[in-house]
């Protein structure tokens, strides 16, 4: 039988027409239970996992949206993103094809966002010209390029003997109270005039505890480099589960412009939490500690988004701080040691030394950099050579003085100098050093010109040498900042320094004696 013309073009219109009836049910579904902020819907045969929904709007015609998650055999679990008292079953849901994307640019710095990016400062809208996925594929092995250059702390005991490079992984440890959140803010504060654009996430944090930062941050000019990404307590956990990734895009735009970009995650552990208790509503198998069986993968697939990229590919890089809470100084918990084979090294913040009154409280033993001194300026690697080793030292004999056992004159001159070096490392908190103040220090405490200090001179020992080397020696001090190496006649230069910073403070240049 053949066709005419007409008949031909009724058929075909027939069948466009039904792909189409076909598309849009496969693209819509209907909800069948909704509870917590979780609901559950029939249909959606074309969804992707983590692509946004369109949800009936609120009564005042706002937008609902949510985020697709479980894609089950008759179903899809999805968690809203916002107010979901208004949904109800029966209600049409729609696929929009488009992963959640947020704002970015750098009409975001100085400004403080929820995790969609929406302002949350009451300075009005923020007109950014960009929006970006918040899930994105980490750079390829060509793409990248070895970190070779330092991420100044200004932190004496972390740059000296854990030093942080520019697209490093490094992991913040402690537990509760011991000034994780104090280190990471000080690094940010220290990245005043360096072209750093800094990004916080608040992750679960008090909304008084997240402001006392934001209060920082702008007392001592930070937010002029800095963005903040809020995901209160009180909000849905699906809100604190996406902060960290919506932080990570808002740095990565800075990056792959070519720029230095710092990400602080605090913490990954309340991240953890809001991601079990997503999953447990969203009735997955519970795994290890009841966190669901891709809880490492949800960690890897964004700390490894920081990187240094090749000149190639623009030279940025984006540097991670994430933060941990540890259990009475337990590393080998689950989170902790997720994290620790993730990142490239950690910072080990010990409870004992911050009771001491050691700021920080790093613990030398177990906080270590896998990047070390490829990522530390020439200057500071001479001046630490061997802090780090007689430091341990100290650490080791100390622990038999401590019993009242007798030490021989050799082992008590090592106490008194270990004592003065851990005095020396001990820094007030938002009070970051420059690069030539931190080797100034050292170098004259590791070479005993403080042996005979008293200890409870050695912060004006300290202050009268930076004072008294940056006024004498002006051209080798800022030659030390600018180029991180050691100029020459920098030896004879501290000595000088010392005898005028040890006559200020009332100590002849004689030796110590028992």
């Not at 896998?370 to 080791?396: H, I, K, N, T, W």
Request: charged share 20%.
């Amino acid at each position: 039988m053949q066709l005419n013309p007409a008949e031909i073009s009724e058929l075909i219109k027939s069948r466009i027409e039904g792909l189409g009836a076909s598309a849009d049910i496969r693209n819509q579904g209907t909800v069948v239970s909704v509870a917590d902020g979780i609901v559950r819907i029939h249909g959606l045969s074309d969804v992707m996992q983590g692509e946004m929904l369109e949800f009936p709007a609120t009564k005042d015609g706002a937008a609902t949206f949510g985020l697709a998650l479980n894609l089950e055999r008759d179903s899809v679990g999805a968690v809203i993103l916002g107010e979901y008292e208004h949904i109800a079953e029966g209600d049409t849901v729609k696929c929009t094809g488009r992963i959640l994307e947020v704002p970015v640019g750098p009409e975001l710095i100085g400004r403080v966002v929820n995790a969609l990016g929406q302002p949350i400062d009451g300075k009005g809208p923020i007109n950014a010209k960009m929006t970006d996925v918040i899930e994105k594929v980490a750079p390829g092995v060509i793409a990248r390029k070895s970190v070779d250059q330092p991420m100044q702390t200004g932190l004496k005991s972390i740059d000296s003997m854990v030093p942080i490079g520019r697209g490093q992984r490094e992991l913040i440890l402690g537990d509760r109270q011991t000034g994780k959140t104090t280190l990471a803010i000080d690094t940010i504060i220290n990245q005043a005039g360096t072209g750093v654009v800094c990004v916080y996430v608040a992750i679960g944090q008090k909304k008084s505890s997240a402001a006392a930062v934001i209060d920082i941050l702008r007392q001592r000019g930070a937010m002029q480099y800095t963005i903040v990404v809020v995901a209160s307590p009180d909000g849905p956990p699906a809100i604190r589960y996406l902060a960290p990734y919506a932080g990570a895009a808002i740095a990565e735009s800075f990056m792959y412009e070519g720029r230095d970009t710092l990400v602080v995650f605090d913490d990954l552990t309340k991240h953890a939490d809001a991601y079990r208790e997503l999953s447990l509503l969203l009735r997955r198998p519970p795994g290890r500690e009841a966190y669901p069986g891709d809880m490492f993968y949800a960690h890897a697939r964004l700390l490894e988004r920081s990187s240094r990229l090749s000149s190639a590919h623009g030279g940025g890089s984006l540097t991670a701080l994430p933060i941990a809470e540890m259990q009475r100084g337990n590393l080998a918990t689950y989170i902790p040691t997720n994290l620790i084979s993730i990142c490239d090294g950690q910072i080990v913040l010990d409870t004992e030394l911050f009771n001491r009154g050691v700021r920080p409280a790093v613990d030398v033993g177990r906080s270590v950099s896998r990047v070390a001194g490829a990522a530390q300026p020439p200057a500071m690697r001479v001046a630490a050579g061997r802090l780090r080793l007689e430091l341990s030292q100290f650490e080791e004999v100390a622990r038999f003085a401590r019993f009242g056992t007798e030490v021989d004159d050799v082992t008590w001159r090592q106490i008194r100098r270990g004592e003065r070096i851990r005095m020396a490392l001990t820094q007030t908190r938002h009070d970051p050093r420059s690069l030539a103040a931190q080797v100034v220090l050292l170098t004259a405490v590791t070479d005993g010109h403080a042996d005979d200090v008293a200890l409870d001179q050695m912060g004006r020992f300290e202050s009268e040498l930076v004072t008294q080397f940056e006024r004498e020696h002006p051209s080798l001090f800022y030659a030390i900042n600018q180029e991180g190496a050691l100029p020459e006649g920098f030896a004879a230069a501290v000595a000088q320094s010392v005898a005028t910073a040890r006559a200020i403070i009332g100590l002849s240049n004689g030796g110590v004696r028992r």
